[in-house]
């Protein structure tokens, strides 16, 4: 198990940089396209596109599972918070495997939607650069996100789950 969480890890510190790269080309992309567009009454031909359907999607996709990692997704515990133990542990379980069962759907569907944007030949419409591939990203991160929350379930039993991690004080 370590070993899957060790490979895991690596994977997912090359998903973030990705993404966090796909966020500076975003960045540099609308800057550069902008001063083009005013300074010289010439935007950049499919910035638009490119920052929509492959950076954008990278940008957020890619870091999920950096995100879960981090304790950043929003939880709602001001009543789990009071429940008693036994039950708090319970509550956490149902949170956990929920959440997991929501990734697994989100998963295959937005494979199923990858696997059908490769087998069409879409392009955008100011550059011949076909849409598919940008469809791959979403489920990647998911992938990623999905065997993270199945690796952290055992955790659940000792409240060291990144998905009930204290990033803020309790009220």
């Not at 954008?56 to 996709?61: E, G, S």
């Not at 304790?71 to 515990?77: L, M, S």
């Amino acid at each position: 198990m370590r070993t899957l969480a060790k490979w895991l890890w690596r994977c997912e510190l090359l998903l973030v940089y990705t993404g966090v790269l796909a966020a500076f080309a975003m960045m540099c992309l609308t800057s550069a396209d902008a001063l083009s567009r005013y300074a010289f009454n010439r935007p950049i031909l499919g910035a638009y596109e490119i920052t929509e359907k492959y950076l954008m999607v990278a940008a957020i996709f890619l870091g999920l599972s950096y995100a879960y990692r981090g304790g950043v997704f929003i939880r709602v515990t001001f009543l789990v918070d009071r429940l008693p133990d036994p039950l708090k542990l319970a509550a956490n379980y149902f949170a956990h495997l929920v959440s997991l069962l929501f990734c697994l759907v989100l998963l295959v569907a937005t494979g199923q939607q990858a696997w059908r944007g490769l087998h069409d030949d879409t392009e955008l419409s100011a550059l011949p650069l076909l849409v598919g591939p940008a469809y791959c990203l979403v489920p990647l991160g998911f992938l990623a996100l999905t065997l993270l929350m199945l690796i952290d379930l055992p955790r659940v039993r000792s409240g060291q789950s990144y998905l009930f991690g204290e990033e803020a004080p309790s009220a």
